[in-house]
């Protein structure tokens, strides 16, 4: 399930339920051991190279590397927030995450390699519309997120649907400090989760999240089409990689569905496809969200 909400920019971090700090700066692939505990002190986990893994809050600290909190830090104190670089090793140096092994923490694109990009505090491959992101999914701010309407709510505990996308509810969490997650998992956005070290340790479709040492729905696009699977839907597999209706010309695009207002690059586009309101670079004015392209 999507744990590190595309959404959050909706109804504001402050709101969502987290036993990590969402500053984090995550744990897969990172060098010196270091503990991270939350504001009060408590839902710690124990970090190194080889992962996370919780550990009660009273744990001798002088043998970690660190105690730092979900909050700023000065550098060379261990902490975890974006404040400080210090992640708990020797002489507070900042942590390596290896982008191979999870999905790495950013604070804006140059902290980012391979083409991806710095969306909602991560390093991902962006979306821009929905088709990108598969079936039953939706382009949100950049990174694909599940959808949602009335005759398909949410399915996962402690979600709702805002604006035909799922997102985490503060007034319904699945967990919490009252409430923690059992066997293991961790609680993300009100939510529990598996925690992990690496992708390897997600279920398919999932990926490792570096700053919450959590799983989540995999943010990115999904190219890569296939004929047969195209051809079902009465499609074509483009050179992007995704399934489009092929056309000629507009008229054509229209008979297929009013929605198309286009034709171009030899496939059926939407409005939003076409002239889009709104993009990574360019966001929706405050209150809303770009989602496939269109201000919401």
Do not use: W
């Not at 995704?242 to 939407?270: M, W």
Request: proline share 7%; with cysteine.
């Amino acid at each position: 399930m999507l744990l590190h909400s595309p959404l959050a920019k909706i109804l504001g971090r402050g709101a969502l339920f987290l036993m990590i700090g969402a500053t984090a700066t995550g744990c897969g692939g990172c060098g010196d051991a270091s503990l991270q505990c939350d504001a009060d002190g408590e839902n710690c986990f124990l970090c190194d190279g080889y992962g996370c893994r919780p550990v009660e809050p009273d744990i001798d600290t002088a043998s970690s590397g660190g105690s730092g909190s979900a909050g700023p830090a000065d550098p060379g104190q261990g902490g975890a927030g974006q404040g400080g670089a210090g992640q708990g090793g020797a002489g507070g140096a900042e942590a390596e995450c290896d982008a191979e092994l999870t999905t790495c923490p950013c604070d804006g694109d140059s902290a980012c390699e391979d083409g991806t990009r710095c969306v909602d505090g991560l390093c991902i491959a962006a979306c821009e519309f929905s088709y990108e992101c598969g079936d039953g999914r939706v382009c949100v701010n950049g990174e694909c997120a599940a959808g949602c309407s009335n005759a398909a709510p949410c399915a996962e505990p402690g979600t709702r649907c805002d604006r035909g996308v799922c997102v985490p509810d503060p007034a319904n969490p699945e967990c919490g400090d009252a409430a923690p997650c059992e066997g293991g998992a961790v609680c993300v956005d009100g939510a529990c989760t598996t925690g992990c070290a690496t992708h390897a340790d997600c279920a398919p479709g999932e990926v490792c999240n570096a700053a919450t040492g959590a799983c989540m729905d995999d943010p990115s696009p999904q190219p890569g089409c296939g004929a047969k699977a195209c051809a079902a839907q009465g499609q074509e597999c483009m050179e992007d990689g995704y399934c489009h209706y092929p056309c000629e010309n507009t008229r054509a695009c229209q008979l297929i569905d009013s929605r198309f207002v286009g034709c171009e690059d030899g496939f059926c586009k939407t409005r939003e496809e076409v002239a889009p309101e709104c993009s990574l670079d360019e966001p929706c004015p405050d209150g809303e969200s770009c989602i496939s392209g269109k201000c919401l």
